[in-house]
């Protein structure tokens, strides 16, 4: 059966402007977004348009400056977005999320003619972007990477083959980390790839789990040549500008994993509280109801954990850890609610008549990019007890 639009949520928005843009998302994803989920996810189909419609709209830039085609919004705002577009359909949340992570390293470190010449294009020119930094050896362990740029003259040659790239063999413009130095992370720099530079192909997507609309790819880089007006940052500088730019995208993929869980949730009441048995709906039974309880509590506290961390950064000060405890709780919340909801719906929460079984295989994903969870508690632990002993 149909996907049900998500039940809505009360939020806290800044300002005026804030809800008007929630109001927009809310439209774009009941109308455009979450009627086709089920049935494009089953058929492995990307929605490109709909990725065109959000750029169209100003939504594929929202954190960064509208000089450059942004939106000049907050992140407290930004990921709210970003929960709204995933609750409607994973593929699309995740994507937005990954497109912002992309366009970070030129937004932040990019000079200003980088920025004017390549920001309006991806931000709100209708370009998609792909983020390069795991390899089939170097995932957790991404400072061993094995990618390298050579310098020739103005240009640089890129060879390698980065793994388990989102929007991979599709994307307008790759945003790569490379070796260019020594071992280890200071020698690894960042560069900005055009999709269709020569040399740059794709491998089949992998076969997943979930998400099967959002390609997933090897990457290939077979002596690509790149200007190095095409470098962001100073060389050596890419393994701080990839570690700062998963700092932010976990506070994404902590947003969309929330989505995920609302998504959940709302099914499992709607569920609930029509299904009958013993004369009486199913949510009258104590068992049941404090199931739905736990599970309201769960986002409600991710939701405010995600958005502490996003004010700590709207505000300039530290958010690192916090970041990893909101990917943490976050994914792992989405993971329980999105069980629970099979749980909830029985039999049927097995079948692909209902979206429940989607949710559960979706939320997976989420404990495990941008970071597992296990990496995440080492991060947080090393911020509250130093680096572990060598």
């Not at 086709?36 to 996810?41: I, L, N, P, T, Y």
């Not at 409607?88 to 200003?112: C, E, F, N, P």
């Not at 939701?303 to 530290?318: E, H, I, N």
């Not at 929460?349 to 969870?373: S, W």
């Amino acid at each position: 059966m149909p996907d049900r639009a998500p039940q809505t949520v009360d939020r806290q928005l800044p300002t005026d402007e804030a809800r008007d843009l929630i109001s927009l998302v809310r439209d774009i994803a009941q109308r455009e977004i979450a009627p086709k989920a089920a049935e494009e996810e089953d058929a492995g189909r990307f929605p490109r348009e709909v990725f065109t419609l959000l750029s169209e709209s100003g939504l594929l830039g929202l954190p960064y400056e509208s000089e450059y085609g942004g939106g000049d919004q907050p992140y407290e705002v930004y990921l709210q977005v970003l929960e709204e577009l995933a609750a409607a359909r994973l593929t699309v949340g995740l994507g937005v999320s990954v497109h912002t992570l992309a366009s970070y390293a030129l937004a932040t470190y990019g000079s200003k003619e980088q920025q004017v010449e390549h920001l309006p294009a991806m931000l709100g020119g209708g370009l998609l972007g792909a983020y390069c930094l795991s390899e089939p050896a170097s995932g957790s362990d991404a400072a061993s990477l094995r990618t390298r740029a050579v310098r020739d003259g103005d240009e640089w040659v890129i060879t390698g083959t980065k793994a388990w790239i989102t929007h991979g063999g599709i994307a307008d413009f790759y945003t790569v980390m490379a070796r260019t130095g020594e071992e280890g992370p200071r020698g690894i720099t960042a560069f900005l790839v055009p999709g269709d530079a020569d040399g740059v192909g794709a491998a089949p997507p992998e076969k997943k789990m979930g998400m099967k609309g959002s390609p997933t790819a090897q990457v290939h880089f077979d002596g690509v040549r790149v200007p190095d007006g095409r470098r962001l940052g100073e060389e050596g500088q890419g393994f701080a500008i990839a570690l700062s730019a998963l700092d932010s995208g976990r506070l994404g993929i902590a947003a969309c994993a929330i989505g995920v869980a609302q998504a959940a949730l709302n099914e499992a009441v709607t569920y609930a509280t029509e299904r009958r048995q013993f004369g009486k709906p199913i949510a009258d039974f104590q068992g049941l109801r404090f199931m739905l309880a736990d599970m309201a509590t769960q986002i409600e506290a991710g939701r405010a954990l995600y958005l502490a961390a996003a004010r700590l950064k709207d505000a300039g000060r530290p958010f690192a850890k916090q970041a990893a405890m909101a990917k943490l709780h976050c994914t792992d919340t989405a993971m329980k609610v999105a069980t629970d909801a099979v749980q909830v719906l029985g039999g049927y929460g097995y079948t692909a008549d209902f979206p429940a079984e989607r949710y559960m295989r979706e939320a997976k994903v989420l404990q495990i990019v941008e970071g597992t969870n296990q990496i995440q508690r080492m991060v947080i632990a090393r911020h509250l007890a130093g680096p572990e002993s060598r």
